[in-house]
């Protein structure tokens, strides 16, 4: 196409971030969406992400994740700074 699309991204989800959220896109043009999830439990996420655009139809991008909690042992009881100090 040689005309330029108008775009918005629906996302009702607080664990997604995606940017940019609308914008517009030139006909030969492409744009890069970033997709970023953060949980705080760890979960299998299965969700999508739907992109109207004006007068075209509804493109759907599935998105699939896996969050998990890491197991950290820290086995020393003391950490010896030596001459380190905080503060004014």
Partial sequence: MKTAAIFHVENDDPELT????????QGD???VFTVS????KEKNYDSQI???????????????????????TIFEERV????VTFGD
């Fill in 80 to 83: 010896a700074f030596g001459g």
């Fill in 29 to 31: 043009a492409r744009c």
């Fill in 37 to 40: 999830f953060h949980s705080n």
């Fill in 50 to 72: 739907v992109v109207n655009i004006r007068g075209g139809k509804q493109l759907i991008l599935p998105v699939r994740a896996h969050a998990i909690i890491p197991d950290l």
């Fill in 18 to 25: 995606i940017l940019p959220r609308k914008g517009r896109i």
